[in-house]
């Protein structure tokens, strides 16, 4: 008897047991496109239980991209990645972006480029949960780049090169001038779709460097830009009024310089760019022509000098182009050398990085800005770099420095991953908002 009563105690309390065994946990994923917050909420873990979230995708070249971030759960059981911060991982901080920036490629892949090669109108994520090193659960996430139906032509007519990115419907919709850097070619076309994708007709405008254009940065004519503004504005898909014209470094340059000449633009964003002309990549030449006339450059001592540049690949750190604390260049020089926006009656937006390693962005419009007066606000990002205005949320974990020769010549862009990342986000928020505002 007292052993059938044994043996009968010891299967109920299994059976209790086995009624209140956790299961297992859950893993909830939402969110909408590349710029709105991922939401990421893991449930039913023990208080403080450890839980690594991760994500990945692979872009147009095959290569994977990853990003994680450990959390302890809260007191009731959960992980939330808007409202916790990771307590180690690829980001810091409570940040619905965290897992989207953050990303990067496996320890010993070479980086021949800074941001992640993706063409197409979407990303694929999976999204996951590990604890223990054991994988519990993941889900799989489209996270759209731009908004639905935009459409993406390319532009060879009139001496322009470049491509026509349009919104949904028949329009008319404001028009806006996309202007890429020192790169040349075609500027940025995921940033034209996403332009394109709040509304705007984008023109990315290409200048140099490509078939039918200049070879290099060197004495481009202005007129070249000014009637890209005439023919954006003559385009049936553009409303009536004037156009606007972003652009980043140079580009942000050549945006200046087309607010000066074009009385078609009412509105102008120029990202880490520059009030001054720089000079062009032949010596002793200018960036810009008007009407035949060289736009007068700022000389300053070898500002492509491959001397410092190559002493610090040696060392095996990123090299600098110019002196990014501007030093070799007085006040005077710069006003001598300074854009006409004064004549221009747009809009200007202003935004340079406070440790832009590239280029002294911060000196070089306020050129601009003492110019512009209150016409004109100048935003200047708090530790980022150079490299500032892309779709926001994408990988920045290589911003920091440009790959010019793989593993072997690195151009220092500046500021960390998080602040780049940070800046992008803001930097194209208030593109977006000043376009709708003045166009």
């Not at 200007?348 to 002294?360: G, I, K, N, Q």
Request: charged fraction near 20%.
């Amino acid at each position: 008897m007292r052993r059938a009563i044994g043996l009968l105690a010891a299967a109920l309390l299994l059976t209790g047991c086995a009624g209140t065994a956790r299961a297992a946990p859950a893993l909830d994923v939402g969110g909408g496109a590349i710029d709105e917050p991922l939401a990421v909420v893991v449930s039913g873990l023990a208080p403080g239980e450890r839980a690594s979230v991760w994500a990945r995708m692979t872009d147009d070249r095959g290569r994977l991209w990853t990003s994680w971030a450990t959390f302890a759960a809260d007191r009731g059981g959960r992980v939330d990645i808007a409202e916790h911060a990771p307590v180690g991982g690829s980001y810091a901080g409570a940040d619905p972006a965290g897992l989207l920036w953050s990303m990067r490629l496996p320890s010993g892949e070479p980086v021949s480029e800074p941001r992640a090669a993706l063409s197409g109108s979407e990303i694929q994520l999976t999204i996951g949960v590990d604890i223990g090193g054991r994988t519990v659960a993941q889900e799989p996430v489209v996270v759209p780049l731009h908004a639905p139906g935009v459409r993406s032509t390319p532009i060879a007519e009139g001496g322009l090169v470049g491509d026509l990115h349009l919104p949904p419907g028949p329009g008319p919709h404001p028009g806006v001038i996309l202007l890429g850097g020192s790169e040349g070619g075609r500027p940025n076309p995921k940033l034209g779709r996403f332009l394109a994708g709040k509304g705007f007709a984008v023109l990315g405008l290409a200048y140099f460097g490509l078939p039918g254009l200049p070879p290099a940065l060197d004495r481009i004519p202005v007129e070249y830009g000014t009637h890209a503004v005439d023919w954006l504005r003559a385009r049936p898909e553009v409303s009536d009024g004037r156009v606007g014209v972003v652009g980043l470094s140079r580009g942000g340059e050549f945006a200046l310089v087309l607010g000066a000449f074009s009385p078609g633009v009412g509105a102008v964003a120029s990202i880490v760019g520059s009030g001054a002309v720089f000079p062009g990549m032949a010596p002793q030449a200018s960036s810009w022509t008007h009407a035949g006339a060289d736009l007068p450059p700022l000389m300053i001592a070898s500002p492509g000098s491959p001397v410092g540049f190559l002493a610090e690949a040696a060392r095996g750190r990123p090299g600098q182009f110019v002196d990014t604390q501007g030093t070799t260049a007085t006040r005077e020089e710069l006003d001598r050398a300074a854009i006409p926006v004064e004549r221009s009656d747009a809009a200007f937006l202003l935004v340079s990085a406070e440790r832009d390693a590239m280029w002294p962005s911060q000196r070089l419009l306020d050129v601009a800005a003492r110019r512009l007066g209150d016409r004109a606000e100048h935003v200047v990002e708090p530790g980022a770099g150079h490299f500032i205005l892309d779709v926001p949320n994408l990988p920045t974990s290589y911003t920091s420095a440009v790959p010019l020769v793989p593993e072997v010549f690195w151009a220092a862009g500046g500021g960390a991953p998080q602040a780049n990342a940070a800046a992008t986000a803001d930097t194209v928020r208030r593109v977006v908002e000043l376009f709708r505002e003045e166009l």
